[in-house]
């Protein structure tokens, strides 16, 4: 019996080299193979870290201010969540969830008020302590129509170590690294994100510092800034992060949350996810 010759390919056919396949189905297994293939480049693209499931040290940046008193979460069974309980529960699952993956975990948290960001909770691995600290949260109004994340990154500064990426040990995993998850809830206040801070230019040059960003805005995006808040948060992205938006839509943003348990060394490019189930190719 003679083997196949696998590894030929006829990137110009002609119509009797067809047979019976649909021309269809032809242009379909081209498309998902250059697919792959941009995926397989990309990914090569990426720094040289290793991918191990190091301890991670995760800090919520939790806005929790609101525009509209009325905007609810709804679930299928017909119970209703405000915006700030609604972030509560996906937070409880998430630490609940990335607790169990990995015990080492540690948690703090930093809440965004109406011009001001505060520290609220030092690192922890301890569950009920940091639940305590996002249990106590309340929603509060806002009167600016711009907030700056320069307040964020100088407390960024003066509270986080950040594991250093040294070239020639770049096989050694290091002892832990640092995400931060930005939950921004308003609709109507734009993100300043200082691209000339020399903080967050260093910050975005860290290979073991993560940002990752979660929307939570209104429907009625027509009488909001929804667009422009999303696009302004871009700015965060140093081409590693995964940002997602929602409005009140509560099968997604637990989707949203869910999707943000990957461990940041182990998760591929954001454009490269693929969550369906079984093989594609």
């Not at 196949?4 to 006829?10: A, C, D, E, F, T």
């Not at 047979?19 to 990426?46: C, H, I, R, Y």
């Not at 975990?105 to 001001?116: H, N, Q, R």
């Not at 940002?243 to 989707?255: C, F, G, L, P, Q």
Request: net charge negative; hydrophobic share 35%; glycine share 4%.
């Amino acid at each position: 019996m003679e083997t196949p010759n696998i590894m030929s390919y006829n990137p110009d056919p002609e119509p009797n080299d067809l047979g019976n396949v649909p021309a269809g189905a032809v242009l379909s297994a081209g498309e998902d193979l250059a697919d792959l293939q941009e995926q397989v480049m990309s990914n090569f693209q990426k720094p040289n870290v290793p991918n191990i499931n190091v301890p991670e040290r995760i800090i919520f940046c939790l806005d929790v201010c609101y525009d509209n008193h009325n905007a609810l979460f709804r679930l299928g069974d017909g119970t209703t969540f405000t915006p700030i309980n609604m972030i509560k529960r996906v937070l409880d699952f998430f630490i609940h969830s990335k607790s169990a993956i990995n015990k080492k975990t540690e948690f703090a948290l930093i809440v965004l008020k109406d011009t001001e960001a505060s520290w609220i909770q030092n690192f922890t691995s301890n569950l009920k302590e940091i639940l305590n600290a996002i249990d106590y949260l309340n929603p509060e109004e806002y009167t600016s129509n711009s907030f700056d994340f320069n307040k964020l990154f100088q407390l960024i500064k003066q509270k986080v170590e950040i594991p250093e990426f040294k070239e020639g040990e770049c096989i050694l995993p290091p002892a832990h690294v640092v995400r931060m998850i930005v939950m921004y809830g308003r609709s109507n206040c734009i993100p300043l994100i200082p691209q000339d801070d020399s903080f967050f230019i260093f910050l975005k040059k860290q290979l073991y510092f993560y940002i990752d960003i979660l929307l939570a805005h209104e429907e009625e995006c027509a009488t909001y800034k929804c667009e422009e808040v999303y696009d302004a948060l871009q700015d965060l992205d140093n081409g590693y992060s995964y940002v997602y938006e929602v409005s009140r839509n509560a099968t997604k943003i637990h989707d949203c949350i869910a999707k943000l348990l990957a461990h940041p060394l182990q998760r591929p490019l954001q454009k490269n996810t693929d969550y369906t189930f079984g093989t594609r190719y």
